[in-house]
T-cell receptor
Framework: SQELEQSPQSLIVQEGKNLTINCTSS?????LYWYKQKYGEGLIFLMM?????EEKSHEKITAKLDEKKQQSSLHITASQPSHAGIYLC?????????????FGKGTHLIIQP | DTAVSQTPKYLVTQMGNDKSIKCEQN?????MYWYKQDSKKFLKIMFS???????INETVPNRFSPKSPDKAHLNLHINSLELGDSAVYFC??????????FGPGTRLTVL
């Protein structure tokens, strides 16, 4: 089974609407990273969460890490066409600090005008 | 200006060939990584290098070998390429316990 479950797999939202993407792990998340990937391009770092209960915001995007450090959510308020892309959560599951990230399978976000 | 760069951007080659992908970072990071993204966009760690030492190696065939001539470079060598190696390969770098910065990716197509 997947170590990091991301949902939904795809999401079609009307422009201006809010949306939420979830990322769940069966293991403790020593670090949780949200990235955005535009089709055919590299990954753009959005936010990093490390402490239980932590919440960060950047423009219209807010990410939270639950108290137990096993689930994170990414919330976009008043979505815009520029938000379209693939959102990936990546997790440090080993805690070693220099290991690679384990990624979820991504959420394909489409914004309908 | 580019923080993490990869060359080439596209690589088309025949089965059985040997090829290399280069990666350079100018961020002064101490750890570099290689990831493979398959056709379904699933991104999976292949290797990481910290202070010129390989510290993790997932279940990757030994046809793949990372080589780091210095702290700013981590190249990926692939021997005897197979059809299943077709994917997008991403290089990344980070300072320990900080966010990873990704390169633009190299799309490898094996014919």
């Amino acid at each position: 089974s997947q170590e990091l479950e991301q949902s939904p797999q795809s999401l079609i939202v009307q422009e201006g609407k809010n949306l939420t993407i979830n990322c769940t792990s069966s293991k403790t998340l020593y670090g949780l990273y949200w990235y955005k990937q535009k089709y055919g391009e590299g990954l753009i770092f959005l936010m990093m969460l490390q402490k239980g209960g932590e919440e960060k915001s950047h423009e219209k995007i807010t990410a939270k890490l639950d108290e137990k450090k096993q689930q994170s959510s990414l919330h976009i308020t008043a979505s815009q066409p520029s938000h379209a892309g693939i959102y990936l959560c990546g997790a440090d599951l080993a805690g070693g600090g220099a290991d690679g990230l384990t990624f979820g399978k991504g959420t394909h976000l489409i914004i309908q005008p | 200006d580019t923080a993490v760069s990869q060359t080439p951007k596209y690589l088309v080659t025949q089965m059985g060939n040997d090829k290399s992908i280069k990666c350079e970072q100018n961020l002064g990071h101490d750890t570099m990584y290689w990831y493979k993204q398959d056709s379904k966009k699933f991104l999976k760690i292949m290797f990481s290098y910290n202070n010129k030492e390989l510290i993790i190696n997932e279940t990757v065939p030994n046809r793949f070998s990372p080589k780091s001539p210095d702290k700013a470079h981590l190249n990926l060598h692939i021997n005897s390429l197979e059809l299943g190696d077709s994917a997008v390969y991403f290089c990344a770098s980070s300072q320990t316990r900080h966010e990873q910065f990704f390169g633009p990716g190299t799309r490898l197509t094996v014919l």
